[in-house]
């Protein structure tokens, strides 16, 4: 049997954060059951044994991936392998003091968690200072990089905030991503706070220009709104996972180990140290990803 292609890794390099965001389902620390924390060196090991198995795009993930001293060395020994693009996804806090060294260390694209621009509700939303994170995003526009703002969507607190972020984004130079919340620690959060994201993709149709179309329930459509690159991810990636081979996705746990995009905890498979060792974890975890 022909083993699945993944063309992208979703590498999780701490699950340590330094935000309290209410709706976080803790893929970081949820994923983390050992005390193993992979090096650059061992991380890079593992990516580039992926590369052949399709992988071609690596996102760096926590927890808080800037939380790493050691963040600059890995992006750098990513970038220098023949990859299609290494990107990372941030909290942002600690952007603006380490923007520039992740440019010159190859990085081409950044996600900025910012669901807010009310200071208050921010505070409210994860603990931390909003300041701080337009700091980041000021900064890695400065540096050159690629910058996409992730904005989670709840109903009663940030929906009506749609325009306003986009708005902000028109003006830095950003693309937008809304995000469905999933469910996370705390079900009743999720019951409360959940919306679709049907409405919002019907005033997009309206306002905007159609990029991609949804063909699909695991399609992203993407729409040009204000001349800003808006993206829409629903609830396919729940915490039940993506269903069939369309999201063929594999992540690398902090701790050293292969899985799915689900955040069950089935399916984990540890890889070992040596090249060999790394070629038959992807084989056994690609393979459990064929039979879901």
């Not at 050992?34 to 926590?62: D, H, W, Y």
């Not at 902090?254 to 992807?282: H, K, M, N, Q, T």
Request: proline share 2%.
């Amino acid at each position: 049997m022909r083993v699945l292609q993944i063309p992208s890794l979703r590498v999780s390099v701490t699950g340590r954060c330094n935000l309290r965001c209410v709706y976080c389902h803790g893929e970081g620390a949820q994923e983390v059951r050992s005390s193993r924390r992979l090096s650059p060196q061992e991380i890079e090991r593992i990516v580039r044994v992926g590369m052949g198995f399709g992988v071609r795009k690596v996102k760096l993930t926590g927890g808080e991936p800037l939380l790493r001293r050691d963040i600059a060395e890995l992006v750098r020994r990513l970038s220098a392998l023949p990859l299609a693009g290494v990107s990372l996804t941030t909290n942002g806090v600690l952007l603006a003091e380490l923007a520039e060294e992740l440019s010159e260390a190859g990085l081409a694209r950044v996600n900025v968690s910012l669901d807010t621009l009310d200071e208050r509700l921010y505070r409210r939303l994860t603990g931390g200072e909003l300041r701080r994170v337009l700091a980041g995003v000021e900064a890695a526009k400065n540096a050159g990089l690629r910058v996409e703002l992730n904005t989670v969507l709840m109903r009663g607190l940030n929906e009506g905030e749609v325009w306003g972020i986009l708005e902000f984004a028109s003006q830095h130079g950003c693309s937008v991503q809304l995000i469905e919340l999933v469910r996370g620690s705390s079900g009743e959060f999720y019951r409360r706070h959940h919306m679709s994201l049907e409405g919002v993709e019907a005033e997009l149709r309206r306002k905007g220009e159609v990029l991609r179309r949804r063909r699909s329930p695991h399609d992203r459509p993407v729409y040009l709104v204000r001349g800003v690159r808006v993206s829409l991810c629903s609830s396919v990636r729940s915490t039940a996972g993506c269903s069939g081979v369309r999201c063929s996705g594999l992540r690398l746990t902090a701790d050293g180990c292969l899985r799915s995009f689900s955040y069950s905890d089935s399916g984990r498979v540890e890889v070992p140290g040596d090249e060999e060792g790394i070629r038959r974890a992807f084989e056994l975890a690609l393979a459990r990803l064929r039979r879901r």
